[in-house]
């Protein structure tokens, strides 16, 4: 009898409920020709439920010892990472209270702590006898408080700092969905956060 | 005589370069320029927003140490204070980036999707500390 081929990409990090047991469904995907097969080897066990919050890493090779395991009959073909990352992580309740008071709490934290270091910057770069420099400059005129000049300054800081991290408004829905460099920043962060935790659970 | 001439000719031609270099190397790390091309997509014009800048730290050295003036009206600095505004803005906020203070905040409190709440917060800091500084503390 020939074996049926079975595929099986594995993900790069998966989440799983810690009250539930780890299926090969979670961790990848399977193709097979008999849909039977697929679906056995989609609900085979692979890790016991883990109970709590945590994280653990398994390698493709240990995935597939496993569902070679139950299925000695079928011919696997491993595709994608050689090792995945599992976050065991419960589903939170949503509290809307507590979540609006994190979000203002680092909202005033952020508003009142950008202007005092706006204020520092000012000061350090001694930027009052620039702006009266200028002043000068471009009018022929000594003032001690351009203010003519400085309050569409302030202004145009905003402008600038939406320009930097906003993203594009624009009706073109490709445009719109380029992300912005703090997004890029936060998904970047994440990544080698995942990557570390990868390391040092290996280390274990 | 002469010998001191090209000392001080070349000390002082060696710091330009230091300094200049400097300058332009801190623009980069900022990636001040490809945020501008990217968000206008106009990334072909990376070139000419450089020789830009280029002509403009040449220009404004003159400016500064040579004391002249335009003499424009005096509504004049309107236009010009907005924009200076526009690249303090830009640059003060990519500084910021470079740091990673806010990818960190919002990991810790696990906000992603609000992430615009605090970009206005850093917004309306931003501009509200300018303007203390310049009618209060100035």
Not at chain 1, 25 to 43: A, L, M, P, T, W
Not at chain 1, 110 to 138: C, P, Q, R, W
Not at chain 2, 23 to 52: C, D, G, H, N
Request: a neutral charge; glycine letters at 6%; hydrophobic letters at 45%.
């Amino acid at each position: 009898m020939q074996k049926e081929k079975l595929y099986l990409a594995v993900n790069k990090k998966a989440t799983v409920n810690p009250n539930q047991k780890v299926l090969v469904k979670d961790i990848g995907e399977v193709y097979c020709n008999n849909q039977i097969i697929q679906n056995n080897v989609e609900n085979t066990e692979i890790a016991p439920d883990h109970k709590k919050e945590d994280w653990d890493y398994m390698t493709a090779i240990e995935i597939g010892q496993i569902i070679l395991n139950t299925f000695p009959t079928i011919d696997l073909e491993l595709l994608g990472e050689v090792e995945i990352l599992i976050e065991f992580k419960s589903e939170t309740h949503k509290m809307a209270l507590w979540k609006f008071i994190k979000i203002a709490a680092v909202c005033i934290v952020l508003f009142f702590g950008s202007s005092l270091a706006l204020i520092n910057f000012h000061e350090d770069v001694n930027s009052s006898k620039t702006m009266k420099d200028l002043y000068y400059t471009f009018t022929g005129e000594r003032k001690e408080n351009p203010l003519l000049m400085v309050i569409p300054y302030s202004i145009g800081i905003g402008v600038g700092v939406i320009t930097f991290f906003s993203r594009v408004i624009s009706s073109s829905l490709r445009r719109v969905k380029e992300p912005g460099p703090m997004e890029i920043q936060l998904y970047l962060y994440d990544k080698d956060m995942e990557e570390t935790i990868l390391n040092e659970t290996k280390k274990h | 005589m002469l010998i001191r001439y090209i000392v001080m000719v070349t000390i002082t031609f060696g710091g330009g370069v230091i300094v200049g270099g400097a300058m332009v190397a801190f623009i980069t790390i900022l990636r001040i320029l490809p945020r501008l091309a990217q968000f206008t997509e106009t990334e072909e014009s990376l070139k000419l927003y450089q020789v830009t800048m280029i002509v403009s730290i040449g220009l404004s050295i003159i400016m500064y140490f040579a004391k002249f003036n335009f003499g424009l009206p005096r509504l004049s600095v309107v236009p010009i204070g907005f924009v200076y505004g526009i690249f303090i803005g830009i640059l003060s906020s990519a500084l910021a980036e470079v740091l990673n203070v806010i990818p960190v905040i919002s990991k810790k409190i696990k906000v992603k999707k609000d992430l615009k709440y605090l970009i206005w917060a850093l917004v309306g800091g931003k501009v509200m500390g300018s303007l203390i500084y310049w009618i209060y503390l100035n």
